[in-house]
């Protein structure tokens, strides 16, 4: 049978929060180039969907949140002697660059081992919750891969040595040393897991959808920057001279929920 993007992800928005699911579970939801595309294609509709305020992305079943490239692919394209070429030569930008350069806040809820690819696709996103059975692994340099994206993101959210170190050596990163260093939000059984991401989600998603916005991109924007350059960029929508800004203050003073516009 051949597979459609509505086949290996879906894609359901509930409560301001649109869950995209990889759907691969016989290939612990390895990236098919479909799949790739199919990430791509939603992200770019929830980032313009005024109904979403938040995208989480996890994965089918309790064997992997995304074991990365499916490597079987890989092997077809070699069969047929078909060039690889890295992320940098490609005429399209990165699912992990769409995933950056988004405007809405965005969540990996990890509910199994997140390797290569998959490890660097939960790297990409804003927060990170994760099982309690689950782990990191970046095992490219046991492939004879580069794991471009991680050796440059890696670097920015843990010390230095650790990132290359995990680079380096290729092994499995157990939650309790992910979490030591940073790396996640929050942690749960397999049973709380998507508890304890929506709870989490349900706290961001109260915040004011502009503020967030432009939270994210000043962020990504402005990271590693010098101080003075950065805090002179604007990125992102103007959260001050919005309508909200003055609903909030007013929420605050009249001690009530505000009630956002996004405008």
């Given amino acids: 049978m051949v597979e459609t993007q509505e086949d290996v992800l879906k894609i359901s928005v509930e409560n301001s929060i649109c869950l995209l699911t990889l759907n691969r579970p016989e290939r612990r939801n390895a990236l098919s180039n479909l799949m790739v595309q ?4 939603a992200i770019l509709a929830a980032d313009k969907n005024p109904d979403v305020l938040l995208v989480a992305i996890t994965g089918t079943g309790d064997k992997a949140f995304c074991a990365g490239a499916d490597l079987k692919d ?12 890295g992320p940098l030569h490609s005429p399209l930008r990165a699912m992990t660059e769409v995933l950056i350069d988004s405007r809405k806040p965005s969540m990996a809820i990890i509910n199994g081992p997140a390797v290569a690819g998959g490890c ?14 689950a782990h990191f692994a970046l ?12 050796s440059v993101i890696l670097p920015q959210l843990v010390p230095q040595a650790i990132a290359m170190e995990w680079l380096y050596t290729g092994r499995k990163i157990p939650v309790e040393e ?18 304890t991401a929506m709870e989490l989600a349900g706290e ?16 990504r924007k ?7 350059a950065g805090i002179r960029l604007e990125a992102g929508p103007d959260p001050y001279s919005s309508e909200d800004r003055k609903e909030g203050a007013r929420a605050f003073l009249e001690k009530r929920a505000p009630v956002w516009k996004g405008r």
């Fill in 38 to 41: 199919a990430l791509i294609d």
């Fill in 74 to 85: 890989a092997r077809e394209n070699d069969d047929r002697g078909e060039a690889f070429g």
């Fill in 120 to 133: 660097e696709l939960a790297l990409a996103c804003d927060l990170r919750v994760m099982a309690e059975n």
């Fill in 139 to 150: 095992p490219e340099a046991k492939r004879g891969m580069g794991a471009h994206f991680a």
């Fill in 178 to 195: 992910a979490e030591r260093w940073g790396l996640l939000n929050r942690v749960a059984s397999a049973e709380q897991l998507m508890n």
């Fill in 204 to 219: 961001v998603i109260t915040s004011a959808p502009l503020s967030l916005q432009r939270m994210k991109q000043t962020y």
């Fill in 222 to 228: 402005t990271y590693g920057m010098p101080l003075h």
